[in-house]
């Protein structure tokens, strides 16, 4: 299990396969600042909220300058049937192996109902046009958090 990446330091860099069979790397956001929320599974209540909600608001962070990116652990087969399902227009990041997740530190564990296991912790990183760590949000409640990243995307 890896930390997660401070403010200030250089964002991880990956290369991984998207919805739609594209590929998508830190490198294609570069000069833009960029909002990668990770985030356990696709269909799942919070999950399908907190992708709704950052869609809504997508048009929002394209004038505030910045790209909207989600990532989960879930196939690129299951991220094009949960967008088509929710008309979702953000790509999504598929990171079956977890190299992604690992190394923003947000494969860590968990425990439900007792039991411990590991998964996904609910995280949100914006990464400056600088390619920096800009502001880090770990343990994300869903309710509110995309209106409030983007107040941060506007405020750098």
């Given at each position: 299990m890896s930390e997660l990446p401070k403010v200030g330091a250089k964002a991880p860099k990956?290369?991984?396969?998207?919805?739609?069979?594209?590929?998508?790397?830190l490198a294609d956001f570069a000069g833009r600042k960029l909002v990668l929320y990770f985030y356990p599974k696709d269909?799942?209540?919070?999950?399908?909220?907190?992708?709704?909600?950052?869609?809504?608001?997508?048009?929002?962070?394209?004038?505030?300058?910045?790209?909207?990116?989600?990532?989960?652990?879930?196939s690129v087969k299951k991220h094009d049937r949960f967008k088509e399902k929710h008309k979702l227009a953000i790509p999504l990041v598929s990171d079956e192996n977890r190299t992604m997740l690992e190394a923003y530190g947000v494969w860590r564990e968990k425990t439900m109902y007792g039991r411990k296991y590991m998964?996904?912790?609910?995280?949100?990183?914006?990464?400056?046009?600088?390619?920096?760590?800009?502001?880090?949000?770990?343990?994300?409640?869903v309710a509110g958090h995309a209106k409030e990243v983007l107040a941060a995307v506007r405020g750098i």
């Open positions: 990956f290369s991984l396969p998207t919805d739609g069979g594209a590929t998508l790397s269909d799942t209540a919070g999950c399908t909220q907190e992708a709704i909600d950052f869609n809504a608001l997508r048009r929002d962070f394209e004038k505030a300058g910045a790209a909207v990116v989600g990532v989960s652990p879930d998964g996904v912790v609910r995280t949100t990183f914006l990464i400056g046009a600088d390619g920096r760590i800009a502001q880090v949000w770990d343990k994300v409640k």
